[in-house]
Nanobody, 115 residues
């Protein structure tokens, strides 16, 4: 098992940036994949980005070129750098860890993009 705690969300103007963090309660070295999802009000949770244990990254088309996922195995942490934010990026952002057939979730961090 692993517990995940997200942080770094907040209110930002359009075009702004944030760095979201996900702290894990154990080593993430052997975790198959770490992902970020987001859920806007009244909508389903959607995939945002993934980084595998081998360092391969994948992104949703809507965030390519603006968001960057990274992992720091030494700090047991995963990050999501979000740039050029748009109002439609407003959502609760969740960290997700995939270990075999199990998935673990954090409690989420709110990102609000508004002028």
């Amino acid at each position: 098992q692993v517990q995940l705690v997200e942080s770094g969300g907040g209110l930002v103007q359009p075009g702004g940036s944030l760095r979201l963090s996900c702290a894990a309660s154990r080593s993430i070295f052997s975790i198959d994949a770490m992902r970020w999802y987001r859920q806007a009000p009244g909508k389903q949770r959607k995939f945002v980005a993934q980084v595998t244990s081998g360092g391969t990254t994948n992104y949703a088309d809507s965030v390519k070129g603006r968001f960057t996922i990274s992992r720091d195995n030494a700090k047991n942490a995963v990050y999501l750098q979000v740039n050029s934010l748009k109002p439609e990026d407003t959502a609760v952002y969740y960290c997700n860890a995939i270990m075999g057939s199990y998935g673990y979730w954090g409690q989420g961090t709110q990102v609000t993009v508004s002028s």
